[in-house]
């Protein structure tokens, strides 16, 4: 782990040191053919969550073989959050980002590069970090490329490890992500389903963007959508209602479309 990163847990948990937890498994697993497959596998096993903190990640092969495990789960009502360096993302296509956020997958970018920031653009995050259902954690050095792994190529260009942690330990990596998840402005875990008979809370509105600056601006939907979720309209040249054809989103930032355009007759409305 980064100084940097061990500095910043210091200062936002002043204090905090995690006590000794037994009843732990542990197994150290060399090289992405051997890790890559056991995280895709437990990303497709998880029922409740998934969290992913990764400092590199470009697309290719492997990214594509993460991606869709990720967006699957996203689909079958997993909640997955996915925190990326925005230096070490520079190389994943606007397509891949795209695909998640599409398949309600939650994105947030650690410390996006601006030049008025200067000498601060060095903070990076470089932890990676797989946690699926607060019961399993894989912990390393690995990155998402084509270098660590590539589906059905042994051996792999880059040599690396990871552990996979089972049991009490799970949860101390999972209050880590979850500090670095706020402190990066990304809102908290979804709370637990409410008691059967009572309504869930309302969501709330997402940020409204500028008329006219060409960026998409989130929207209630005014008649129901089969994904119930957020439409995204352009606030731009292309009108102020209707799915557009097209979706960008400005550094560090990401839209909450639904999982598929809304019908013909559905419109979103301010």
Known sequence: MAFHAIAFERLLMPGTI??????????????GPVFFPRMLAAIEGARQQVELELYLIESGACSDALVLALCAAAQRGVEVRCLFDDYGGQA??????????????????????????????FYRDHRNLLRVDRRLAF???????????????????WHEVMVEIAGPL??????????????????????????????????????????GDG?????????????????????????ASGW???????????????????????????
Not at 93 to 114: E, I
Not at 140 to 145: F, R
Not at 215 to 230: F, H, K, L, Q, V
């Open 18 to 31: 995690f006590s000794w937890r037994s009843d732990n498994s542990f197994a150290l697993l060399r090289d």
């Open 92 to 121: 994943l296509r606007q397509a891949d980002r795209l695909r998640l956020s599409l398949a309600g997958v939650q994105l947030c970018w650690y410390n996006p590069l601006r030049w008025r920031r200067g000498i601060r653009n």
């Open 170 to 211: 799970v949860q101390d990596w999972q209050r880590l992500f979850a500090h670095q998840w706020q402190a990066c402005g990304a809102r908290p875990a979804r709370r637990r389903e409410p008691p059967a008979g009572r309504p869930p809370p309302a969501r709330a509105a997402a940020p409204r963007g500028r008329a």
């Open 244 to 270: 557009p054809r097209r979706i960008s989103c400005p550094p560090g930032r990401s839209a909450a479309p639904c999982a598929r355009p809304p019908p013909a007759a559905s419109r979103c409305a301010y």
């Open 139 to 157: 912990v390393g050095g690995t990155g998402s490329t084509d270098a660590f792994w590539r589906p059905g190529t042994q051996p792999s260009l």
């Open 215 to 239: 960026w998409p601006t989130p929207m209630r939907a005014s008649t129901a959508t089969s994904c119930g979720a957020w439409c995204v309209p352009c606030a731009g040249p292309n009108g």
